[in-house]
């Protein structure tokens, strides 16, 4: 008797669970539908491409219409995905290169590059900025063309990095060739790589750099801040103090700074930080 009770009690259950479930489910999809008109009339602004003229014009359209717009390369907003990564920062009046006409702005990789070089046990997203070079034959700078600190000058100061970073390590290989320093495992050269079908990623500049950890949120793929532990990111702007050019800027953030960020600076050859690699659009 007890045995056949199971079953029917469990049936009875069951029954009324689905009963349940599905007034839940009717009602949910009445809810998603109203939720999605909603969304449709929902109205963004966004940046419209005439192709045949290759001119752009700010519009607002209802937020359903978003889709089609976008598969002919208009842009939104921070974080939208576009052209090998994701929006990071539109140039907003009084930034230098901002044109009211024309959108532009910083494209962010989707995420930190990984060092091939610093495995624990597998390669870890840090990079140190340049090798220690004071040991033989004193002090190296990239000099003033890698200490752009704005807007735009993020790629110059990469190349510059890029140029001068040979004949250092060749040197520093030379010398000690046991060290068998590679060139990719500094932030810039790691950076200056082509993928996702684009060879114009850079380490940012200070001002650049700043301006992404400010998006962090929207962009995605930053790490939590975890109590006061820092992340922290390098520029590619060299830093000099006193003539020493043995630093450069970075930009972190903690549980503290959020949503904010901190620029400062540090020794380049000792620490290790995460790079994010950008591109112009
Ligand atoms: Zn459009």
């Given amino acids: 008797m007890r045995k056949m009770l199971l079953p029917v009690l469990a049936a009875l259950v069951m029954t009324a669970c689905k009963k349940e479930m599905v007034s839940d489910l009717s009602l949910r999809q009445a809810e998603i539908a109203s939720s999605a008109a909603a969304k449709g009339a929902e109205k963004i602004a966004i940046w419209h491409v005439d ?3 290759n001119t752009w014009k700010q519009m607002t ?7 089609d717009h976008q598969a002919h390369g208009d842009i939104w907003k921070v974080g939208q995905e576009y052209k090998g990564g994701k929006i990071g920062y539109i140039l907003q009046a009084g930034d230098p290169g901002y044109d009211a006409k024309l959108p532009h702005g910083l494209i962010a990789a989707a995420e930190d590059l990984l060092n091939p070089y610093y495995l624990d046990p597998d ?29 735009g000058t993020g ?17 520093i290989n030379t010398t000690f060739p046991w060290l068998d ?16 079908g684009y060879n114009d ?19 995605g793929g930053f790490p939590d801040a975890n109590g006061p532990f820092r992340i922290s990111y390098w520029s590619s702007t060299e830093h000099s103090w006193d003539g020493d050019a043995s630093r450069a800027y970075l ?3 903690d549980s503290g700074t959020a949503p904010g960020q901190v620029v400062t600076y540090n020794d380049r050859s000792i620490y290790e930080y995460r790079a994010r690699p950008v591109r112009y659009f």
Avoid: H
């Fill in 155 to 171: 790629l110059s100061n990469t190349n510059a990095i890029v140029q001068y970073l040979p004949d250092v390590v060749n040197t």
């Fill in 181 to 196: 320093l590679k060139l990719d495992r500094y932030a810039a050269v790691a950076c200056r790589k082509e993928f996702n």
């Fill in 123 to 151: 390669p870890q997203p840090f990079f140190t900025w340049a090798p220690d070079v004071n040991g033989i034959g004193g002090f190296f700078g990239v000099g003033e063309a890698a200490r752009g600190t704005a807007i």
């Fill in 201 to 219: 990623w850079f380490l940012p500049s200070r001002d650049e750099l700043q301006k992404i950890l400010q998006n962090r949120m929207s962009i």
């Fill in 251 to 253: 930009c972190y953030y």
């Fill in 61 to 67: 359209i209802n937020a359903n219409a978003w889709p």
């Fill in 51 to 53: 192709a045949t003229t």
